[in-house]
């Protein structure tokens, strides 16, 4: 049995499926800018009015897998999060978790990150009100932190800097390899 990526339904169409998979590999790589209509369509196989039949637009596609790609990860780490018993057991479980996403899904952490800026303010409610930075700052007050928004800015951006760092290959993976130093650095800060 295939697994299928995260950001894909069961039930979607094959070529959906295909053209979901392309947009998103070529998003990572290339950005949103970087990356045309015709791209996705040669990447996936299926002509543009395939793509058309499944999006009105590239914005569309994109805006689709943002909004899919954000709800999944978040949910992981929401999940994490309340796996955990007490400050140490629950950051270490949020560490643990979003490092696995940085080292099982890449391309999603990638895209999540680079197109966020653009997609962010057309997102719906519902992914506007579940934001990593605010799971962060539920971390951070669960650990006493005297300042949760600094901390919860601290603990999300270094944690997408890391993944960043891990793409580009200034930081040695695996990603969970830092899970410790990770876990030691912010129960210092939260402290």
């Not at 039930?11 to 979901?20: N, S, V």
């Not at 290339?30 to 040669?42: C, F, K, P, V």
């Not at 999944?72 to 999940?79: L, N, T």
């Not at 009100?129 to 800015?153: E, K, Q, V, W």
Request: charged residues 20%; hydrophobic residues 45%; positive net charge.
């Amino acid at each position: 049995m295939i697994t299928l990526p995260f950001y894909i339904r069961a039930d979607d169409p094959p070529a959906k499926q295909e053209i979901l998979r392309a947009a998103l590999k070529l998003f990572s790589e290339r950005g949103l800018e970087g990356t045309s209509i015709r791209d996705i369509a040669n990447a996936s196989g299926y002509t543009n009015p395939a793509l058309y039949k499944h999006f009105a637009s590239k914005e569309a596609l994109a805006l689709h897998l943002f909004e899919t790609c954000h709800a999944r990860v978040w949910q992981s780490c929401a999940d994490a999060l309340a796996s955990g018993r007490g400050f140490g057991a629950k950051l270490d479980a949020f560490v643990a978790c979003w490092l696995e996403l940085i080292d099982d899904h890449p391309d999603v952490i990638a895209f999540l990150s680079d197109s966020a800026r653009v997609l962010w303010p057309r997102s719906g409610a519902k992914v506007r009100r579940n934001t990593m930075i605010g799971l962060a700052r539920s971390l951070a007050r669960t650990g006493g932190a005297p300042h949760p928004d600094l901390a919860a800015a601290a603990l999300q951006g270094t944690l997408a800097e890391v993944a960043r760092m891990i793409q580009v290959g200034v930081l040695a993976g695996p990603a969970k390899r830092w899970k410790d130093a990770l876990a030691a650095t912010f129960k210092r800060l939260a402290g």
